[in-house]
């Protein structure tokens, strides 16, 4: 491959195009429709925190995100389908910014497979007199480094201001939480949370005791992650239900952490005391529907999305997807929302790093099947995992009127009256 050691600036300086801009303000200027921007920043940067020492976060209009760093993980072929699936042109002019080190990693990449025509922009991105874009709530998908900011208490923008807990969320008993885990997290096992036969959220006495256990007030800022963070979407979007107001998840998850190369403990941690959660639950019940509020929501399909996020094969009826919901197929009247490879991936929504992909990508997915944020939208999968990291995606990108299905396929096909479908279909466009 290539080591990013190796700085290669005369690829930045001796690059010409038709099309010349050296500053924002100058890109800014050039016809959009002319051009493509590439933003090789982390994602968190692009999605809207600041860079050390930056007075502000976000992107120019327009870029694309491709993180330098992503290089490291992909061999050409593979690197060649991400440049596509992300809307990248071999033959646009094109302009990057990123710092030099990485810009030029991601310029040699480009030579090789034919895109040659790029420049980049070397003045920091907050220097930009123009607006910024970024997602409505990045805030509440935070950065390792934020998060290690908040642990070892040091000053850090959009900080708890009434104490915050970190859990690490996973299905079964805590062995590899055990093993190492973030400093400080708890433990939850999201068998604490859901339950058979449908695998649905617990009843809500249950569910306040299982709050109760962590320490977790209605004003607690919850920090979760896990090993897959579905598995944190899923205790996530529960608690928004259950009523705390400030919930956010770990971009990239556990990932993220050690790519960070953030020390880790051992042990199990426990809340030092448990609290009255200081308010009913649930106080956001309409975060999660059931059965009776999908139906209504397939009875206006003009103004209301019922969205499936699981691969194309479960949603045509090629698989169940699961070892233990026999019934295949959809929801008749249910839109296709993207997923991955199979039930228990995401790739979709997922940047190499297993960061979310940028909402221009997702919100391009969802518009060609006449899915838009002004109707009322609810996710759907198998069991609720998929759909409510799906979800907080939405809820980060400020769609409001959403929630998450939480009986999903597995619940509606077991009843034979729920209409169900199978075999091929192209997206309703209207």
Known sequence: MFSVKRLLFPLITLVSTPLMATTFDELAKLPPSDIQVIDCRSSNNYNGWPEASQTRGGHFPGAINFDSDWLSTLRPPHLEQLLQSKGIEVTKPTFLYCEPEKANVLLKQLDSIGINNVSAISQKISDYSGQLDRLAKFEKLVTPQWLKQVIDGEQALYAPEKGFK?????????????????????????????????????????????I????????????????????????????????????????????SWVNAGYRTEPMLNKAPKHVDFGRPIPSRPELIIDVPEARAILDDPEHKSLVSIRSWEEYIGNTSG???????????????????????????????????????????????????ESQKVSFYCGTGWRASETFFYAYVMGWEDISVFDGGWFEWSGDSAN???????APDHS
């Not at 969320?169 to 939850?188: C, D, E, Q, R």
């Not at 209409?419 to 279909?425: A, I, K, L, N, Q």
């Open 212 to 255: 109760k256990n962590l320490g977790i007030r209605f004003d607690t800022t919850v920090v979760l992650y896990g090993r897959d963070n579905t598995a944190a979407a899923r205790a996530a979007s529960i608690l928004m239900y259950a009523g705390v107001d400030d919930v956010r998840l770990l971009n990239g998850g556990w990932k």
């Open 166 to 210: 970190v859990v690490e969320v996973a299905w079964g008993p805590p062995t590899k939480y055990l093993a190492a885990h973030i400093p400080g997290s708890l433990y939850l096992n999201t068998n604490n949370i859901e339950s058979e036969p449908w695998w649905n959220r617990v009843d809500d006495k249950k569910l306040a005791e299982t």
């Open 322 to 372: 699961y070892k233990y919901i026999k019934p295949k197929g959809r929801i008749t009247g249910s839109k296709w929302g993207h997923a991955g490879s199979d039930a228990y991936h995401l790739e979709d929504f997922r940047n190499p790093d297993d960061t979310m992909i940028s909402a221009d990508i997702i919100e391009a997915f969802w518009k060609d099947w006449g899915i838009n």
């Open 419 to 425: 209409p169900s479908s199978t075999g091929d279909v």
